[in-house]
């Protein structure tokens, strides 16, 4: 086996692994309809039953990048049973449906469309009583696509805001902390606003862990989070004097008691709520271990819960690879180790053109220069790394030495956080277009059996 055929195995097994987290297929596996009672289950071990003869209008609202698909398969399941619907989702994220109406909307940073969108999801929900049911269908990219915002606080300031939350390394987690608390859907308020309705909400995970209410910033589960605890992450972050005064005044008054808290556990109206977890990168993780295996790489699953700065996780992977490739430990080669999670990327200085995953792999190339037989792939299961139109990036020993010698200096790129024009150069870069889903990143360790 030469090293191009270990490029091509380990993205034959992220394929496999992304096929495996499609949301028609995670649908199917989580909704089944016996007549006109309709079964849900979801991976928590829960179940529900609804009888939809009981039921007086079922509608579908949602945000997130594998949003349309998911509704795709609602429709096809429930058929004229399925009034309506508006969903918001990621350019180019978009599919063809029947009776739900898609909308497209900017991603990382929300636009009028996305506005205008959510706007559309709550007239529609507002206009719902008791008997009625409301599908929720949410997935990653949904905190971006869905959201409305207190008066005082126009689209460009809070753009500014979650902008400056990016640049400075903040994980998703603190991100939609502070994003519930300058809108009015998010952290349970959309649930809130469908009332006395029924609400039922599909969930597919792009979080480390999958906590219902970071996921999509959690419209339509009870808030743990807090005012004060968003004022807390600005100052953590060092970017509270940054970020324009009407957010600050804003979640000011809130943490003062002058602005209502996001709804919590044990609040009147959450009886009508219920929120099933369908899909997550478990999923991906266990597709890719089989496909290795299939195609005579020993898998190992590193971990499910990769988090960090991009740069020093791929320092760390390369030397894991490049251990586990010398001493056989934890397997022999050859091998494909396995990772799941999602990094960061802090912004310092100049910056050029790049993801967390494309980073990751830069660093990572850096570390194994001139390591023969091992491959690294770090993607997003998305098809989006960051604002390029790469999913993230392959490299083996011989990827610095390669762009090298097209002039380019692999120090240099990582200064400036400029690793997709460094992965173009040396011929890294992974390119799927939209893969309609999202469950984070994938890294693969691969190795061949003759590694010096």
């Not at 009508?272 to 699953?301: K, S």
């Not at 799941?340 to 200085?349: A, D, K, L």
């Amino acid at each position: 086996m030469q090293i191009g055929d270990l490029r091509a195995l380990a993205l034959d097994i992220f394929s496999a692994a992304v096929d495996a987290v499609h949301p028609v297929q995670l649908m199917h596996e989580a909704l089944e309809l016996k007549g006109s009672l309709l079964q849900i289950r979801g991976l928590e071990g829960r179940g529900l039953e609804l009888d939809l003869s009981d039921v007086n209008r079922v509608v579908a609202v949602g945000a997130g990048k594998a949003t349309a698909p998911m509704t795709a398969a609602l429709e096809e399941l429930l058929g004229a049973r399925l009034e309506g619907g508006v969903i918001s989702v990621k350019y180019g994220y978009g599919c063809p449906l029947e009776q739900v109406e898609v909308r497209e909307a900017g991603h990382p940073i929300p636009d009028e469309q996305g506005l205008a969108a959510t706007r559309e999801i709550l007239d529609l929900l507002e206009g719902l009583g008791e008997g009625d049911v409301a599908f929720v269908l949410l997935s990653g990219g949904g905190s971006a696509l869905l959201d409305a915002y207190p008066e005082g606080i126009s689209l460009e300031e809070a753009g500014q805001t979650f902008d400056i939350l990016l640049n400075s390394g903040a994980p998703i987690q603190e991100m939609n902390v502070v994003r519930k608390h300058i809108s009015l859907v998010k952290g349970g308020q959309l649930g809130r606003m469908a009332f006395p309705a029924r609400v039922i909400s599909l969930v597919l995970s792009d979080v480390v862990g999958d906590p219902l209410h970071v996921i999509a910033s959690g419209p339509t589960v009870p808030d743990p989070s807090t005012f004060r605890e968003a004022l807390e992450i600005l100052d953590g972050r060092e970017v509270t004097e940054q970020v324009p005064s009407c957010v600050r005044s804003h979640l000011e008054k809130g943490a003062a008691g002058e602005i209502p808290e996001t709804p919590k556990e044990g609040d009147a109206g959450w009886d009508c709520c219920n929120t099933f977890l369908i899909g997550n990168i478990r999923h991906a993780i266990e597709a890719a271990t089989e496909r290795a295996e299939a195609l005579g790489l020993q898998p190992h699953v590193l971990t499910m819960a990769m988090e960090g700065e991009a740069r020093l996780v791929g320092q760390e992977m390369a030397n894991t690879l490049a251990e586990a490739a010398r001493s056989g430990q934890p397997v022999e080669p050859p091998f494909c180790l396995i990772a799941g999670g999602e990094t960061t990327v802090t912004i310092s200085g100049e910056a050029g053109v790049g993801g967390r995953s494309q980073e990751l792999a830069l660093s990572a190339a850096i570390a194994l220069q001139g390591i023969d037989g091992v491959v690294l792939l770090a993607a997003g299961t998305d098809g989006t790394d960051g604002p390029t139109d790469a999913a993230g990036g392959i490299i083996d020993g011989g990827t610095i030495e390669k762009a090298r010698q097209v002039g380019c200096e692999a120090l240099d790129f990582m200064r400036r956080h400029d690793s997709y024009n460094f992965l173009r150069a040396a011929g890294g870069l992974i390119k799927t277009g939209p893969t309609m889903t999202n469950v984070m990143d994938i890294v693969l360790l691969a190795a061949l059996s003759d590694v010096e």
